[in-house]
Nanobody
Framework: QVQLVESGGGSVQAGGSLRLSCVAS????????MAWFRQAPGKEREGVTA????????AYADSVRGRFTISQDAAKNTMYLQMNSLQPEDTAMYYC????????????????WGQGTQVTVSS
């Protein structure tokens, strides 16, 4: 089992920045591939970005490419999401997820999920 705990959410004005963190614990051999998802009220869960811990390859949704950056610190079992130039449409609950196989931004590929951290961007 893998446990995931997100932090770093909050409320910012449009144009601001936040950095989310996700700490993994437990059997981290099952978390070689990690991702950030978000879900706004009334909308489906959206894959924001994903990373391979093995080779650091990444994937981004078009809506965040150039504004968000995913990274990881293997020594700390921690994944980060640096979010810049935030816009009201980025408002959502953000979840981190982990998988033993590459799942890209497909939520059905991820077996382990955190509880989420809320990001609210005001105009």
């Amino acid at each position: 089992q893998v446990q995931l705990v997100e932090s770093g959410g909050g409320s910012v004005q449009a144009g601001g920045s936040l950095r989310l963190s996700c700490v993994a614990s437990g059997d981290t051999r099952r978390s070689d591939f990690m991702a950030w998802f978000r879900q706004a009220p009334g909308k489906e869960r959206e894959g924001v970005t994903a990373i391979s811990i093995l080779d650091r390859s990444t994937a981004y949704a078009d809506s965040v490419r150039g504004r968000f950056t995913i990274s990881q610190d293997a020594a700390k079992n921690t994944m980060y999401l640096q979010m810049n130039s935030l816009q009201p449409e980025d408002t959502a609950m953000y979840y981190c997820a982990a998988s033993a196989i590459w799942g890209g931004r497909n939520p059905s590929s991820y077996a382990y999920w955190g509880q989420g951290t809320q990001v609210t961007v005001s105009s």
